[in-house]
């Protein structure tokens, strides 16, 4: 039997007992009421998704993000695809690393760092992470 099939019956079986409510049904009810109610508006949980252990590149853990997710970048110099040129795609992401210092993207001298094109805003955030040897879109 599925969830909202369960909870209808239960609602009828409450509603139309001839007995009063006691206090396990009305709990229960009350609990559904929560529960559909989270439901109908779309309870948003994040996700960390982590480079390099789940994802390979940034740019792979941010395709696969949703929004409210941070990318999650573990101390190391990274350099090559995936790791220069990267785009938030849009996304209210947080592409983070454990500190600008110990983080660090090289994109040496062949693009930028990251892209920020597609409609981002105020929620698409990058934080601790040092870019070097990028060129601007001019090519310096």
């Avoid at 009828?12 to 109610?37: A, D, Y």
């Avoid at 990267?86 to 209210?92: H, L």
Wanted: proline fraction near 3%; glycine fraction near 10%; hydrophobic fraction near 40%.
């Amino acid at each position: 039997m599925s969830f909202i099939k369960y909870c209808n019956n239960l609602l009828e079986n409450i509603l139309h007992s001839q007995k009063r409510f006691c206090l396990p049904n009305l709990i229960r009810l009350v609990i559904i009421v929560v529960v559909t109610g989270l439901m109908s508006v779309g309870v948003v949980s994040s996700a960390d998704l982590h480079v390099p252990s789940e994802y390979r590149t940034i740019q792979q853990a941010i395709d696969a993000a949703e929004d409210g997710d941070r990318v999650i970048v573990a101390p190391g110099l990274y350099s090559g695809r995936g790791f220069r040129g990267i785009s938030f795609e849009g996304k209210a992401i947080t592409v983070q690393g454990a500190s600008a210092e110990t983080t660090i993207l090289d994109c040496e001298w062949m693009d930028r760092g990251f892209e920020f094109h597609c409609g981002e805003g105020p929620d698409s955030i990058l934080r601790n992470i040092q870019i070097i040897n990028g060129i601007d879109a001019c090519g310096t």
